[in-house]
């Protein structure tokens, strides 16, 4: 069975300062990877997925993740953090086979500090 | 950009009632999902819908739930019996096919159940 771990549940940046969120999951197939966001009061927003191929992925607003096989981790980052990014975000697993269900982590809250 | 769609946004009800939540997915998805968050916890699988068929429930998903697609639009959750601990955001999501396809996700129907 699948599962994600985030260690973390609150990260705390300043505006400006790189954003590292962790995830490590555990899967016994080659799993998808995914990060999602929720702002307050709305759903989960796909920021990118790990499929196959390139292991480092781009996603919206400047984020990205790579994919560690040997490390079975898929930390998400960005350069420099902005205001607008504190929200709350998980960790996703899904193993590569049929439809298996979307496992997601306990989540991490990141806020920005002006 | 098409999204999923739930209605209603906040559902109150009172213990023992039953209750249904709604949702459109997108429209050429045929993978259908519903997920719950209860508050300050993780987001957690309740159950998978394909081909007009349940295709994974988890151990939440009890006798109390069931989905419905009644027609070409719709997916629901029915809840027949609201207990306290049913109180909870839930999230209705849909994927165009299964493996690495991502979900994506509705603003959530926050269940209130005094």
Not at chain 1, 1 to 26: D, F, I, K, M, P
Request: include cysteine.
């Amino acid at each position: 069975a699948q599962s994600v771990t985030q260690l973390g549940s609150h990260v705390s940046v300043s505006e400006g300062a790189l954003v590292l969120l962790r995830c490590n999951y555990s899967s016994s197939v080659p799993p998808y990877l995914f990060w999602y966001v929720q702002y307050p009061n709305q759903g989960l927003q796909l920021l990118l997925k790990y499929t196959t191929g390139a292991t480092l992925v781009k996603g919206i607003n400047g984020f990205e993740a790579e994919f560690k096989k040997s490390e079975t981790s898929f930390h998400l980052t960005k350069p420099s953090a902005h205001m607008s990014d504190a929200a709350e975000y998980f960790c996703a697993v899904r193993s590569g086979s049929g439809n298996t269900p979307l496992v997601f982590g306990k989540g991490t809250r990141l806020s920005v500090i002006a | 950009e098409p999204e999923v769609t739930q209605t209603p946004s906040h559902q109150v009800t009172q213990m023992g009632q039953e209750v249904i939540l709604r949702c459109v997915p997108i429209s050429n998805h045929l993978y259908f999902y519903w997920y719950r968050q209860i508050l300050g916890q993780k987001v957690e699988f309740l159950v998978s819908f394909y081909n007009n068929e349940i295709s994974e429930k988890s151990e939440i998903f009890d006798d109390q739930f069931s989905v419905e697609r009644p027609d070409g639009s719709n997916f629901t959750l029915k809840i027949r019996s609201t207990k306290l601990e049913d109180s909870a955001m839930y999230f209705c999501a849909s994927s165009e096919r299964g493996g690495n396809s991502p979900l994506h996700f509705g603003n959530g129907t926050r269940l209130t159940v005094t």
